[in-house]
């Protein structure tokens, strides 16, 4: 079984300022991990993704996350925020290897003031 | 890149019509998936597919039915659309674990 919960269904931030989203997992399994981004009316896009290779990644346009096992989390960070970064943003989890069938979190609104 | 196109980005249809949305990818893979989103709910899967003519329900299947004739297409199918079938629709695609998805820019459908 797997899940996974974004902590905060909204961060608000000024641009500029760095930008923090946080997402906890589980799993049963070895995880891989994913963020991604979605603009209004838009599908979603891939920022980046964790695959039991370096637990430090880094994504598009800046963002990066951490894989931490011990806290199960997997957060994303970026140190300086533009209008532009304004979106909804996903974390997702799913099994390393067999069946790979994802679980969604519900979703960040990241809101940036200018 | 690969690219996973929807046929329809709006789409308005009568309660009780029989619906299709069509989305094909171009990258020969092997599995698709088809999710609706609702704002509050997140993104959950309807069905998905590992390979031709072959099918799997999701988490909420009931009202949908899908077809997978060919690698590249995956047609979700509402039998007799109903007004809480208005939603956001969103197709993806992925080459195997570990690659990550792609998505389609989405299909919004209103039952009227």
């Known amino acids: 079984a797997q899940s996974v919960t974004q902590l905060d269904s909204h961060v608000s931030v000024s641009e500029g300022t760095p930008v923090l989203l946080r997402c906890n997992y589980s799993?049963?399994?070895?995880?891989?991990l994913f963020w991604y981004v979605q603009h209004p009316n838009k599908g979603l896009q891939l920022l980046l993704k964790?695959?039991?290779?370096?637990?430090l990644v880094k994504g598009i346009n800046g963002f990066e996350a951490e894989f931490k096992k011990s806290e199960t989390s997997f957060h994303l960070t970026k140190p300086s925020a533009h209008m532009s970064d304004a979106a909804e943003y996903f974390c997702?989890?799913?099994?390393?290897?067999?069946?790979?069938?994802?679980?969604f979190g519900r979703g960040t609104s990241l809101i940036v003031h200018p | 890149d690969v690219k996973v196109t929807q046929s329809s980005r709006y789409l308005v249809k009568r309660t009780g019509e029989k619906v299709f949305l069509e989305c094909v990818q171009d990258?020969?893979?092997?599995?698709m998936f088809w999710y609706r989103q609702d704002p509050g709910l997140g993104l959950r899967l309807i069905y998905f597919?590992?390979?031709?003519?072959?099918?799997e329900k999701g988490d909420i299947p009931e009202g949908y039915s899908v077809s997978r004739e060919k690698k590249e297409r995956f047609s979700l199918i509402l039998e007799s659309a109903s007004t809480n079938q208005t939603s956001m629709y969103l197709c993806?695609?992925?080459f195997g674990q570990g690659y990550g998805y792609t998505f389609g820019s989405g299909t919004r459908l209103t039952v009227v």
């Open positions: 997702v989890v799913s099994r390393s290897g067999g069946s790979y069938i994802p679980t």
């Open positions: 799993s049963s399994y070895s995880p891989s």
């Open positions: 964790y695959t039991s290779a370096a637990t």
């Open positions: 990258m020969d893979h092997e599995n």
């Open positions: 597919s590992y390979d031709v003519k072959m099918k």
């Open positions: 993806a695609s992925i």
